[in-house]
């Protein structure tokens, strides 16, 4: 048996979505220290309320919350390593393979933690040929939107994020301060041009009339036709 810990093909993160009883979370992944595993929930990094073990297992460990958290959170764990040397070889001195196979391990993880960052930015398809991906200097992206131009290169797009234009109903709609306004904004508007049911339309069939035009027609019954929609009190 290896005397060190074995770094597999696998990412180092793992998220889950709480239920509001569960306490004890994995994460199939090796971390050296308890130190090497960080724990969010939603977006926030905790301190504290948990306790990690499996530190220097192959195949990682358990997280265990003081409080399951509530149900809905998202529950992340992810090894994070702080990437620096670990060990030094002195000229003619010693070179153990523990300390070496240590090394490695490291090296590896923290390949893996690059690996992982990667895939999570934006970046080119394997395909596509090669852009210059720098953006524009911090004065000409200020309050700008990011744009591509026809080369599909990054540019400091027109307009400014102070200066977003609306329609007048979308204005209209965005000044209801409550939902209960919204609604009845929404509901206020007849795009349609169709007259509001009376008593009298009981049962008829709203359809489209010869000059394109929506009707309510007496002569239709529910169900005569699928795609007739149907008013009925």
């Known amino acids: 048996?290896?005397?060190?810990?074995?770094?597999?093909?696998?990412?180092?993160?793992?998220?889950?979505?709480?239920?509001?009883?569960?306490?004890?979370?994995?994460?199939?992944?090796?971390?050296?220290?308890?130190?090497?595993?960080?724990?969010?929930?939603?977006?926030?990094?905790q301190e504290t309320g948990y306790a990690v073990s499996g530190a220097g297992q192959d195949l990682g460990g358990e997280v265990t919350f003081d409080t399951a958290p509530a149900a809905g959170i998202a529950v992340t764990l992810r090894r994070r390593l702080t990437i620096a040397r670990q060990s030094d070889f002195q000229e003619s001195g010693a070179f153990r393979a523990r300390v070496i196979n240590d090394e490695l391990d490291f090296l590896t993880a923290a390949l893996q933690q690059v690996a992982d960052d990667t895939r999570?930015?934006?970046?080119?398809?394997?395909t596509d040929p090669d852009a210059v991906l720098t953006l524009p200097d911090r004065a000409a992206r200020g309050g700008t939107f990011l744009a591509f131009d026809a080369e599909g290169n990054p540019v400091a797009g027109a307009g400014s994020i102070g200066g977003l234009s609306a329609t007048t109903f979308i204005a209209t709609l965005l000044d209801d301060t409550d939902p209960l306004s919204a609604r009845a904004t929404l509901s206020a508007q007849e795009?349609?041009?169709v007259t509001p049911p009376?008593?009298?339309?009981?049962?008829?069939?709203?359809?489209?009339?010869?000059?394109?035009?929506?009707?309510y027609d007496p002569t239709l019954t529910h169900g005569a036709h699928l795609t007739a929609l149907s008013f009925g009190l």
């Not at 009981?202 to 035009?213: E, H, I, Q």
Request: hydrophobic share 40%.
């Open 120 to 126: 999570r930015s934006l970046q080119l398809s394997p």
């Open 1 to 45: 048996m290896a005397d060190h810990i074995q770094i597999g093909d696998i990412t180092p993160r793992k998220r889950y979505v709480a239920d509001g009883t569960q306490t004890l979370f994995t994460y199939p992944f090796p971390i050296f220290k308890t130190a090497d595993l960080e724990v969010y929930l939603d977006d926030a990094l």
């Open 198 to 215: 009376t008593v009298g339309n009981a049962g008829a069939v709203l359809t489209v009339n010869s000059a394109g035009s929506l009707h």
């Open 191 to 193: 795009d349609l041009g």
